[in-house]
């Protein structure tokens, strides 16, 4: 089993900077691609970044490109997700997935990732 635990959501004004943290643990080793997702109320989940643990690369959903940075650190075994320069469309609940990918390395769909945490929400004020 493969348990992901989000951390580091809180307020913050519109312009400023956050990161989340999504710590891994339990039977992890077969899954190398992960993800950050959002879904702010009354709409779908939607992702924003995702990496290939294999090789490093990343890939962004245009809205946060330019913005936010999603990194490993594979000796902490710890998913982050910098976010900058937020937007008040920013605002929702952020997830961390994992899932083991075969070929296709990048995807921001929901329905790819099978392990998921129970969120973190992320509020941005005017």
């Known amino acids: 089993q493969v348990q992901l635990v989000e951390s580091g959501g809180g307020s913050v004004q519109a312009g400023g900077s956050l990161r989340l943290s999504c710590a891994t643990s339990g039977n992890k080793y077969s899954l190398n691609c992960m993800g950050w997702f959002r879904q702010a109320p009354g709409n779908e989940r939607e992702g924003v970044a995702d990496?290939?643990?294999?090789?490093?690369?990343?890939n962004y959903a245009d809205s946060v490109k330019g913005r936010f940075t999603i990194s490993q650190d594979n000796t902490k075994n710890t998913l982050y997700l910098q976010m900058n320069s937020v937007k008040p469309g920013d605002t929702g609940m952020y997830y961390c997935a994992a899932r083991r990918c075969f070929g296709r390395y990048h995807s921001l769909l929901r329905g790819d990732y099978n392990y998921w945490g129970q969120g973190t929400q992320v509020t941005v004020s005017t």
């Open positions: 990496v290939y643990i294999g090789d490093g690369s990343t």
